[in-house]
């Protein structure tokens, strides 16, 4: 396997790791969308949440707090975005699963998930709601 993000967390590639444990590496991007854009990245490979184990959503979303936790302290952002671009039309560039975590300060002008996309398809929502509860 060739992942950009497994060599990251074997140490053969580059990266400003900041935070670390035994279920997460956490770095910087370096094609920053915010200053300090940082990506979360299970070390155990995987593409999407879909294929986390039950035994490993508690260590994995306490990493993604402890990252987060840093970049509050050291940064001092207003806020947060925080997201996920799960499978490729959702414009997931590697194949790993990671989480964005996006410092936000006062008129950085970004917007907010909402912005990202504006298509809510020809259904009602109760529609959709039946869809969903009926399988």
């Known amino acids: 396997m060739n992942c950009l993000f497994c060599s990251i967390i074997n140490k053969e590639k580059p990266a400003y790791i900041f935070y670390e444990d035994d279920a997460v590496v956490a770095f910087l991007d370096v094609f920053p969308h ?16 879909l294929e986390l184990r039950d035994d490993e959503l508690a260590s994995f979303w306490k990493g993604v707090r ?25 414009g997931q560039a590697v194949e790993h699963l990671h989480i ?18 504006k ?7 109760e529609e959709v709601y039946k869809k969903i509860i009926n399988k």
């Not at 298509?119 to 929502?125: A, C, E, F, L, Y």
């Open 34 to 49: 915010a200053l300090g854009h940082t990506l979360v990245v299970p070390k155990r490979h995987m593409e999407t949440m």
């Open 66 to 90: 402890s990252a987060l936790e840093v970049l509050h302290r050291s940064l001092k952002p207003d806020g947060f975005t925080i997201g996920i671009n799960h499978g490729k039309v959702s």
């Open 100 to 117: 964005h975590l996006m410092p936000r300060f006062l008129g950085d002008g970004g917007g907010s998930l909402h912005s990202v996309i």
């Open 119 to 125: 298509n809510p398809g020809t259904k009602s929502v």
